[in-house]
């Protein structure tokens, strides 16, 4: 990963991340926590307002700007609620409470305690609130009596009341909202620090096919530059030797004309096969299957290496044991098969036989390419589909092999969904084995 993404690419990445979850948490959280605050405190404000509806029908109340949601039971205004719960307490025209008020207002008496707070008349322009006071919650609302329409005992007479706040005892619903506050932080805290690994450990996850690609990419660049690189050097140094004698003629340098065009083919054919494995990440190559005999095409694909069998004494036979038509893109299994045949015969001496086989078992085409050449090692087996890799570590160029031949002849069986194995031959020799579906 540090060769793709540094560590402060890794940090940036992480942050932004973070702050994605944090600001997705704390809109849902809030909107969680406001939804159910007002839920809760609907039924209290519903008490609070029936109250106030009550003076407001008995036209004892100034037009405060009071937003007062109306009541839709339809009933009698001019009679207290009957399922009134609020309190009332008196204010005189200098906002202090008038204390010992106990006054009698039609069938309900109106419960009054010290609040201890003093009027303050911005409350008079907004909506219910909630005030704390002496260890008590309390859901109030303010309101402004008209002139002498209520008149309070005081202890002494009566006193006209010129404010006064209704209020609803909200204690337990507060404590259940702080409550319901911790568990929701707590259980958003914990939601959160889950997300943030989990999501850290999706982004790795993810990661890890950009980064194989990655170092796919770099291999294949290295290894492309490095084949690249043999070829154009044989033919440079051969041309400028060439130009040091320009009186000989093409007899006298035709062994350096034949290797350099020996290398040229050798550019042709490698640039032509990496070309191939660039498509095989991409959708630029389809698979196009088309119904085929084998019975013809088999015979088609290896009549030229049964004569090149011919020619360096080896022997190259068919046995087709497939009588139905089978679907497959004959161009590309015409490809697969030129590669191992050339890799059989390349890696096989003289008096070593090859034997291409096909059966269907079990609702797939079996073809299997076995030869008694030189064989595999067991380690090389684990490499032999890379890209580049051969089992010659010395560099020798007399087979021509690039290496790109076996990854291209496994990416051919993966797109008809296939599979490709290797094994010993006994008593030596190897066996490729590809399994199609039909």
Request: net charge positive; aromatic share 10%.
């Amino acid at each position: 990963m540090p060769r793709l993404i540094n560590r402060k690419q890794q940090i940036d990445n992480f942050s932004t991340l973070a702050l994605g979850l944090l600001v997705i948490f704390g809109f849902l959280a809030g909107v969680i926590f406001w939804v159910y605050t007002f839920t809760i405190y609907n039924s209290s404000d519903r008490v609070i307002n029936q109250y106030v509806e009550y003076y407001q029908q008995n036209n004892w109340l100034n037009d405060n700007g009071l937003k007062i949601q109306k009541s839709s039971n339809g009933g009698d205004f001019r009679r207290m609620p009957e399922d009134y719960r609020g309190n009332f307490v008196y204010f005189d025209d200098k906002g202090k409470q008038i204390e010992n008020a106990n006054p009698n207002n039609g069938s309900k008496t109106v419960v009054t305690r010290r609040l201890g707070v003093k009027f303050d008349k911005s409350d008079l322009d907004i909506a219910p609130r909630t005030i704390h006071v002496n260890k008590t919650y309390l859901r109030v609302v303010a309101v402004k009596f008209k002139a002498n329409t209520v008149l309070v005992p005081d202890g002494q007479g009566l006193k006209p009341a010129t404010y006064g706040y209704v209020y609803v005892d909200v204690t337990d619903t507060v404590l259940n909202l702080k409550k319901f506050q911790d568990v929701m932080l707590w259980s958003f805290v914990s939601a959160f620090i889950f997300a943030l690994f989990f999501a850290f450990f999706i982004a790795r996850q993810s990661m890890k096919p950009i980064l194989k690609a990655w170092d796919q990419q770099q291999d294949f660049v290295n290894n492309a530059a490095h084949e690249l690189r043999t070829p154009m050097s044989v033919i440079q140094g051969k041309l400028e030797t060439m130009l040091t004698k320009p009186a000989d003629s093409i007899r006298d340098q035709s062994e350096a004309i034949i290797l350099s065009l020996s290398e040229v083919r050798r550019l042709n054919s490698l640039t032509n096969n990496m070309l191939t494995l660039a498509k095989t990440g991409s959708n630029m190559t389809t698979i196009e299957k088309e119904k085929t005999d084998l019975n013809k095409f088999l015979p088609q694909i290896m009549s030229p290496y049964i004569e090149m069998g011919e020619i360096s004494d080896k022997n190259v036979q068919i046995k087709n044991l497939v009588k139905q038509p089978v679907f497959l893109d004959q161009k590309r299994i015409h490809q697969l098969l030129v590669l191992l045949m050339d890799n059989a015969l390349k890696y096989s001496d003289e008096g070593a036989s090859v034997l291409v086989t096909a059966v269907v078992e079990k609702r797939r085409l079996i073809l299997s390419v076995a030869d008694t050449g030189r064989g595999i090692s067991a380690d090389a087996k684990k490499h032999i589909f890379d890209r580049f890799y051969r089992e010659d570590k010395t560099g020798n160029r007399e087979t021509g092999g690039t290496g790109l031949g076996l990854s291209i002849a496994e990416w051919i069986v993966a797109a008809h969904n296939g599979k490709i194995t290797v094994s010993d031959n006994e008593p030596h020799g190897t066996i490729f084995k590809i399994s199609l579906p039909l």
